[in-house]
T-cell receptor, first 116, second 118 residues
């Protein structure tokens, strides 16, 4: 069985401050890892993903996450947040390989609130 | 590309009634997924289709739930004899497989259908 744990349910930060949203996973097989974001009144959108290759992956809006196999973590970081980053962030995992690769296991979500 | 659309967006029903949700995926996407999300939790996988074939169902999908994808296009999720525990957001997502072993890793989600069972 696979599980994903997001260690913080809410993270308040001030604008231009750095932020880290923590995610740990548990799996008996190799995994693909994802961060999805849900802005208010919108559907989930893919923010970034790790499938293979470089363990550091980046999004187009300045977020990055590093796959750490030894610590089974995939924390999300941004050096300087904006008001527009306020949203709920979900970490997710799926089995690497096989055919059921859209079958995601999600964490509980972290609500990031950026204050001016 | 109009994205994944779901209908209705909100449904309020009385316990024991049947409800049906519809999902229209992105047109060229051959995979379609249903997830359920309850308050304060992340989405939970229910089932998925590749074209018209339903390839996997979660244990969360009791026999009161049935999903179809006729002709491999839109999909419906029906819940019979609704219970208060069925109250949740039902999410549909779609993706495109590029060929054997090629995976883009991205699901495109709709905005969801919120079910409230009184």
């Amino acid at each position: 069985a696979q599980s994903v744990t997001q260690l913080d349910s809410q993270v308040p930060v001030f604008e231009e401050a750095p932020v880290e949203l923590r995610c740990n996973y548990s799996s008996s097989v190799s995994v693909y890892l994802f961060w999805y974001v849900q802005y208010p009144n919108q559907g989930l959108q893919l923010l970034l993903k790790y499938l293979s290759g470089s363990t550091l992956v980046e999004s187009i809006n300045g977020f990055e996450a590093e796959f750490n196999k030894s610590q089974t973590s995939f924390h999300l970081r941004k050096p300087s947040v904006h008001i527009s980053d306020t949203a709920e962030y979900f970490c997710a995992a799926s089995n690497a390989g096989g055919t059921s690769y859209g079958k995601l296991t999600f964490g509980q979500g972290t609500i990031l609130t950026v204050h001016p | 590309d109009t994205g994944v659309s779901q209908d209705p967006r909100h449904k309020i029903t009385k316990r024991g009634q049947n409800v049906t949700f519809r999902c229209d995926p992105i047109s060229e996407h051959n995979r379609l997924y249903w997830y359920r999300q309850t308050l304060g939790q992340g989405p939970e996988f229910l089932t998925y289709f590749q074209n018209e074939a339903q390839l996997e169902k979660s244990r969360l999908l009791s026999d009161r739930f049935s999903a179809e994808r006729p002709k491999g296009s839109f999909s419906t999720l029906e819940i019979q004899r609704t219970e208060q525990g069925d109250s949740a957001m039902y999410l549909c997502a779609s993706s495109k497989t590029l060929g054997a072993g090629v995976y883009t890793g991205e699901l495109f989600f709709g905005e969801g259908s919120r079910l409230t069972v009184l």
